[in-house]
């Protein structure tokens, strides 16, 4: 995830310049091959597409499908079926430590638990050759995990774990009795009508239109679009699109997805040591200006997804195809800074 170094950039580059004018340089530029936002406030929609990219278009979100699974994890608790306090070994059997890990330190990332993502090979941001078509089921990923030792006891740190989010899915079957993808998508796919959302599962493809995903592989450019991403299963396989995030992120932080209580606890954020805290599925990122904005990023290889609503309701969807030379850090940053500052 590049969600860190991005935020920890210090230098801002703003000068009030209009998110299109800015998405339009970064594919002159050849930060990006393609890049669209969409920005909304009491004023109404506003979206641009730059390079391949379409304001339709779908692209893969990454982490974003981090807040999609804990939303319906509180949604549970809501149900009186889950607790946020429960140990995780009362759901999944076999997690380290798990008489002691809670569901909330699975949620927000101070379980301790190792992230499989981390072992060579067993990242989606990285180039995997054809091993990138390989279908994997969650609990290889969670064996991948649990054969390293945690990285520090429950509770006594922080560390961004893909784990964490497989064992949340995992929580969600053990609790329905349904794969996970299926309560997301009665829960919150079908009541707000995202029709350009999906779970690919061991799918390749993305529905059209879509912006194709570029890496660098031995000092060339490869096309890296098609890729099965059961590697992320619940921690980053979904896609989307910025119509559908907006809706989503404003059901969510509006408060008609969870009860007041629940959404409160997903707003409760651990530090990180870096410019974000993190909360239950929720990253709330300080701006420069001195301004919060709440919701989550996401990376899978080719595509960067960043979903982020402030609390007067003004929301902004940034997805973007990076090239090797890749968009500045402190040019993702002016632009929310020139967008909620």
């Not at 009491?42 to 939303?71: L, M, P, Q, Y």
């Not at 497989?166 to 998508?185: H, M």
């Not at 300080?286 to 960067?304: A, F, K, N, T």
Request: charged letters at 20%; a negative charge.
């Amino acid at each position: 995830m590049k969600i860190t170094s991005l935020l920890l950039a210090t230098t801002l580059v703003t000068g009030g310049t209009p998110p299109a004018d800015q998405l339009d340089s970064w594919v002159a530029n050849h930060w990006a091959s393609a890049a669209l936002v969409r920005v909304t406030d009491a004023t109404g929609t506003t979206a641009h597409a730059a390079g391949e990219a379409r304001v339709d278009g779908h692209f893969r979100i990454g982490s974003v499908t981090k807040t999609f699974v804990a939303t319906v994890v509180l949604q549970l608790v809501d149900e009186g079926r889950v607790a946020l306090d429960d140990p995780v070994a009362r759901y999944v059997d076999g997690v380290p430590k798990g008489d002691r890990i809670t569901v909330r330190q699975v949620l927000d990332h101070t379980s301790g638990l190792y992230d499989y993502a981390h072992d060579e090979g067993w990242s989606t941001n990285r180039w995997r050759g054809t091993a990138r078509f390989r279908s994997y089921r969650p609990q290889e990923l969670l064996d991948a995990a649990f054969s390293h030792p945690s990285n520090f006891d429950p509770g006594q740190g922080w560390r961004y774990s893909n784990t964490n989010y497989v064992v949340a899915g995992r929580i969600i079957e053990r609790i329905t009795g349904r794969p996970y993808g299926a309560e997301i998508t009665t829960r919150i796919i079908e009541p707000l009508g995202l029709e350009h959302t999906s779970l690919p599962g061991n799918r390749p493809t993305l529905p059209h239109p879509h912006a194709r995903g570029y890496t660098e592989v031995d000092g060339r450019l490869v096309d890296a679009t098609l890729m099965n991403p059961s590697l992320d299963w619940a921690a980053g396989e979904m896609i989307s699109t910025t119509s559908d995030l907006d809706r989503f992120l404003e059901a969510l932080l509006g408060g008609h997805l969870t009860s007041a209580e629940s959404l409160a606890a997903m707003r409760t954020t651990t530090p990180t040591g870096s410019i974000f805290a993190y909360g239950l599925g929720l990253q709330r990122y300080d701006l420069p200006c001195g301004r919060s904005v709440w919701g989550h990023g996401g990376e899978l290889i080719g595509y960067l997804t960043y979903a982020v609503r402030a609390d007067d309701g003004r929301r902004a969807v940034l997805s973007y195809n990076p090239l090797p030379g890749e968009v500045p850090a402190e040019a993702v940053i002016g632009l929310f800074s020139d967008v909620f500052c």
